[in-house]
């Protein structure tokens, strides 16, 4: 199982970025799948979810109504489109199943707002 993370970096306040995860090694298609962040010092914490069908998604309230995740099966990628972000975005941002049973986590990409 591998997760590749992709799309991070240097934005300023109010601006956007996408991110993408690039899943191989398992059945991308019949799992629940979430977006994680993680600062220095801190626990890793849950971003956004989406169901299998991709129907059905939540979100942290300090996300709500800025982040956007999706799903693209086919292409066994998941991703989170981030508006309006804010200093409070900055993290490492991993995607991962959405379940108590997680697979090995990937290398993240970083995403950095300046205050």
């Known amino acids: 199982v591998q997760f590749v993370e992709s799309g991070g970096g240097l934005v300023l306040p109010g601006g956007s970025l996408r991110l993408s995860c690039a899943v191989s090694?398992?059945?991308?298609?019949?799992?629940?799948m979430a977006w994680y962040r993680q600062t220095p010092g801190s626990v890793r914490e849950l971003v956004a979810s989406i169901t299998r069908s991709g129907t059905s998604t939540t979100y942290s309230d300090p996300v709500k109504g800025r982040f956007t995740i999706s799903r693209d099966d086919g292409k066994k990628t998941l991703y989170l489109q981030m508006n309006n972000v804010k200093p409070g975005d900055t993290a490492v941002y991993y995607c991962?199943?959405?379940?108590?049973?997680?697979?090995?986590w990937g290398q993240g990409t970083q995403v950095t707002v300046p205050s």
């Open positions: 090694g398992f059945a991308f298609g019949v799992y629940d």
């Open positions: 991962n199943r959405h379940s108590q049973v997680k697979y090995t």
